[in-house]
């Protein structure tokens, strides 16, 4: 009866930006001095250090802050969260589900980090900005996850209402001449 | 078509197989690829470009570069494309490029507001404005002010939205080097060999600066033409080296972030789709490295300033790049060796060199160029000029000999100033040299090194060296290993560029007849700034701004040293003492559109939309903007006008229905065991008895007592709660929670997620919206008894995650069901099918505010103001009373904001139900009407009392129910009634079924 698919603000891809599937997604906050047990519980281990990320086992878990970090369940589920939450099984911490918060865009291939860097004011160089880095940072006037998933592909997570601005100036950027 | 009489047989960096046509004034010349509009111009013998600013003095080309001070044109490219105030030294030519001169009525031959040089001049002094056009007072808006501003002000802006595109781009680098001459290319060279990543930028077309007109100079063996090209080729090669043509470094920002503008298509004939005009960049240096080189300074004598006037080197220049011949008969006035330069490569090339006169004593080079034919005067005093559209003669005497030159040009080599605007810029001290007799860079203030003439070293040999030197130390600390020292490349120059200068006005300026030009964009003379002088202007700073000179848009490229010379001559001061006026970014002019980038039109700022915008579009919703969200505000149908669409809407949903977008409002969930305590702390209200799976509406106040945000706050676990907050305040009360937690309360075990963009919120609200919604809820029970008023849960809906909340803005019977923003469209949808078996109707954010404002619910940034507390409007019930704590609670105990007369909420009504009160409107007490009480805060027309309600602030107010007050409308004041706040349903019963 009724579409059980999500729908993207997004639209389709283009040579260099590609929107991202569906993709389950949740913030875990806790404190330092638990972040072994959380871990072990969800079983990922959340990162300590600044701006990186882990990839175990489909899920991957970006340091968002000393006590905050973006989960990303490649295979999307309605009940992954709350299945998450029943393994904690009352570790001290606080995780929320936002799947829907925000959505992603893929932005690969040679100009990538030229793309990148019309609207973010970070060095994109993969000596600056290795695989596997990610932050938290903005987009011209919007505020986007950004995260390095190889050498020419990166993750831009923006949340869902500013999608279409962010996606409008990548693609402007991407047509450049 | 003129035949290009002063272009030379050969030489230069045109391309003489490539002519190109193009007009001035609508005239047609021609022109060669590699030309400048300036280059172009005077390869056909133009001099005459344009009239000046305040005298209207027929003006020529004087220089080569951002230095120019006259030659400002207007270049159109079609209807939309018209670019005023551009420096012709600096216009590329293209085919077909269209320029015109400013500045002039009705041409540039014949300008009527030349009276103001002939007649008018000994009135307008410096600092006219300042003397003149007092009196009458009554005058000064309808005369003197349009008068003024008509004639001020170069250039016609364009008057059509600019239809290029501009884009931006952030980048990073070890090395920045600005300026591609000999110590650019070496310092990118050194820095890029030790692995840096280097950026070399420059403003021109062509890379190599002063070896771009070097001639008959070999550096480490070769030609010096060939040396450039293998440097660039080879810096060209190297992965780490991003090189920047026609890209001006404008501004130097904290922390070594530059601005760079780099100019890509106003060189073309035709503009490829999809480029860009023009790329800011914004870079991140760790070093820098300046190169900017050295601007030529004019001499300041009498008539200094007739077409065919011009810089020295700048006329050597346009020989050996562009094959340019300036003129036949060329005198020489010079205070610098490198007039003797310019003298034997003007020879070589067949121009007479008539006369050069050095105002210097001193036998003027060590070894003087072959010079027969061409008379030598030292100690020579300028006296002055003549020609009307062109110099036709130079008067000199040297001694007591006083003789007149023929000639059509007159070049001035007063010596060379280092370009130390950017290192300025940088918060950098200046040192004066007095060997040099210039302002040197000092102690520096970023990670920034000058090199080259910028910082004196006027040799080749010198600056190649220079630049070496500071790009192996650049490197080095920016982290990177350098070889060991190595000495710069043998150079061997036939005309060294030598030594000298003069800095101020030349002997015969003072009390001359014609005016000697300090500033020939501002047209200030020495004599202006004489008077500044003998007025008591002392202070550089003050003469600058009484005399405006160096205020042009060229900011006193060629005139702030000479300023600085007069003002020390006349009061007796050293130049150090006098110090330097502060040089500001952009060192040229640039774009608008450069600065604005891709942030125009529908990308001006983000447009935040919900997952049921493009179904808003559809129905035809007209939008308003909250901060940056767009809402839909009414729905009209045909032929509705916003206000018939809102009565309707209002009807409809007191009626039967309505369905209502809320997904903007903020969500924070609020997770961990000491959750309730958190909300204890931050809200007025009590948390710690919520029940599970019940709401409550919480007010937040400043710590000055003040109303700041509100919402419904539910209660999902004992350690989770669901907080929503205003639409406008979403991020200022997470930003203000995560603060208070971070710095006040460290020790609660508490966190915090904004989730406003996880759920999209549907408000169903009217006496059906139990039948629409709950055959499509699953796994709950929303029936009165079972789901009350205030009520939260979550349960599914069309096969989805659902958090339902029993809450109503309306007065109605209400829910807001919240569904992950993804399914959000679905579900609307599917109560959207639903509703239409009870003539639901959409309503927007006005119909909104009717509503709740029947029902007397406030809005905060509308009833409040920062100046309201929860008692002024009628919520101190929300006060948790036993409360220890919590943030504003101590302001409220001031007995200013327990005082009895503060402005408080109250209804008016008045007497004709058709007239609504304006909103902001001020309100008076009939016994005394000059004295404001209060203010009106919301007013409508309400289809559902049929009659127009209002709210307000009134002093005292809840006291006043009962009293007539008045309140100014447009036509006078009318008087209104006052009541309680609530006008529909006081009792509360259609919430509570």
Partial sequence: MFDPDVTSPLDDGSPAITPVGPVSRAIIRCRASDIDLVSNRIDIALPRAACRSVQDSGLSALWLGPDEWLILNATPADSWVSELSARLDGALCSLVDVSHRQVALSVHGPRAEDILATGCALDHSIAAFPVGMCTRTMFAKAEIVLWRTGAANFHLEVWRSFARYVEALLREAESER | MTTTLFRTGSGGLIDRSRPLRFTFDGKSYSGLQGDTLASALLANGVHLVGRSFKYHRPRGIMGIGADEPNALVGVRRDDARYTPNLLATQVELYDGLDAVSQNRHPSLENDRMAVNDRLLSRFIPAGFYYKTFMWPHKAWDRLYEPRIRAAAGLGVAPDKPDPDSYTQRYAHCDVLVIGAGPAGITAAMEAATADARVILCDDRAAMGGSLLSAASVTIAGKDSSVWLDESLAALARMPNVTLLSRTIAFGYYPHNWIGLTERLTDHLAVMPAGRPRERLWQVRAKEVVIAAGAIERPLVFPGNDRPGIMLADAARTYLQQYGVSVGRRVAIVAAHDSAYRAAHELRAAGIAVVVIADIRS???????????????????????????????????????????????????????????????????????????????????????????????????????????????????????????????????????????????????????????????????????????????FISIEHVKRYTTTGMATDQGKLSNINALGIVSEATGRTIPEIGLT????????????????????????????????????????????????????????????????????????????????????????????????????????????????????????????????????????????????????????????????????????????????????????????????????????????????????????????????????????????????????????????????????????????????????????????????????????????????????????RPALAASNRKQLVGLLTRNPQIALEEGAQIVSPSAPGTSIGHVTSSYHSSVLKKSIALALVRGGRARIGQILHVSMPGGSIPVGVVAPVFFDPEGKRINV
């Avoid at chain 2, 007159?410 to 007799?437: C, I, N, Y």
């Avoid at chain 2, 609307?828 to 239409?836: D, F, L, N």
């Fill in chain 2, 362 to 536: 001193r036998p003027a080079v060590a070894n003087p160029p072959d010079c027969a034919g061409t008379r030598i005067l030292s100690d020579a005093s300028i006296e002055g000029t003549t020609g009307k559209l062109r110099v036709t003669s130079i008067t000199l005497s040297a001694g007591s000999k006083r003789e007149t030159f023929a000639c059509d040009t007159v070049l001035m080599a007063g010596g060379f100033t280092p370009s130390v605007h950017l290192f300025s810029q940088s918060r950098g001290k200046l040192a004066w040299d007095p060997e040099l007799q210039a302002y040197l860079p000092g102690q520096s203030a970023e990670a920034e090194r000058s090199a080259g003439a910028c910082r004196g070293r006027f040799a080749l040999e010198e600056a190649l060296a220079d630049g070496m030197e500071a790009g192996r130390a650049a490197a080095r600390s920016a982290g990177f290993a350098t070889g060991v020292e190595v000495h710069g490349p043998a150079v061997t120059v036939s005309h060294p560029i030598g030594e000298g200068g003069h800095i101020g006005a030349t002997s015969s300026s003072k009390g001359a007849k014609d005016k000697a030009f300090v500033d020939w964009q501002n047209d200030v003379t020495a004599n202006d700034i004489l008077l500044a002088a003998r007025e008591g």
């Fill in chain 2, 582 to 893: 502060t040089f500001r970014a952009p060192y040229t002019p640039i774009t608008f559109g450069s600065l604005a980038g891709r942030a125009r039109g529908d990308l001006f700022d983000p447009a935040r939309v919900t997952a049921f915008n493009d179904w808003a579009i559809e129905q035809g919703a007209v939008f308003e903007n909250v901060r940056n969200w767009k809402r839909a505000h009414y729905f009209p149908r045909p032929g509705e006008d916003m206000h018939a669409a809102v009565a309707r809407e209002c009807l409809q949903v007191r009626k039967s229905v309505g369905i209502f977008d809320a997904s903007t409002l903020g969500k924070i969930e609020v997770v961990g065991p000491d959750a309730a305590e958190f909300l204890n702390r931050f809200y007025v209200n009590a948390w710690t008895k919520l029940g599970v799976g019940k709401c409550r509406y919480g007010v937040l106040l400043r710590e000055d007592g003040f109303i700041l945000d509100d919402g419904v706050v539910g209660r999902l676990a004992p350690d989770r709660f669901h907080v929503t907050t205003t639409t406008g305040g979403a991020a200022r009360v997470l930003n203000m929670m995560e603060d208070y937690l971070q710095t006040e309360w460290p020790d609660l075990r508490v966190w915090l997620t904004s989730t406003t963009e996880q759920w999209s919120v549907i408000a169903v609200q009217g006496p059906n919206a139990r039948e629409v919604l709950s055959p499509l809820i699953e796994g709950l029970d929303v029936s009165a008894e079972a789901f009350p008023h205030m009520s939260i849960a979550d349960a599914q809906m069309c096969g989805v995650p659902m958090r339902l909340m029993r809450v109503s803005f309306t007065g109605e019977l209400g829910f807001e069901v919240n569904v992950p923003s993804g399914y959000g469209a679905m579900v609307w949808q599917a109560i959207w099918e639903r509703g239409k078996l009870y003539d639901m109707v959409p309503y927007g954010t006005e119909t909104m505010h009717v509503l709740r404002a029947e029902k007397g619910f406030i809005i905060v940034g509308q009833e409040t103001d920062g100046t309201v507390t929860p008692d002024d409007v009628g919520l101190a019930w929300a006060i948790g009373k036993a409360k220890p704590d919590f943030v504003g609670k101590r302001s409220l105990a």
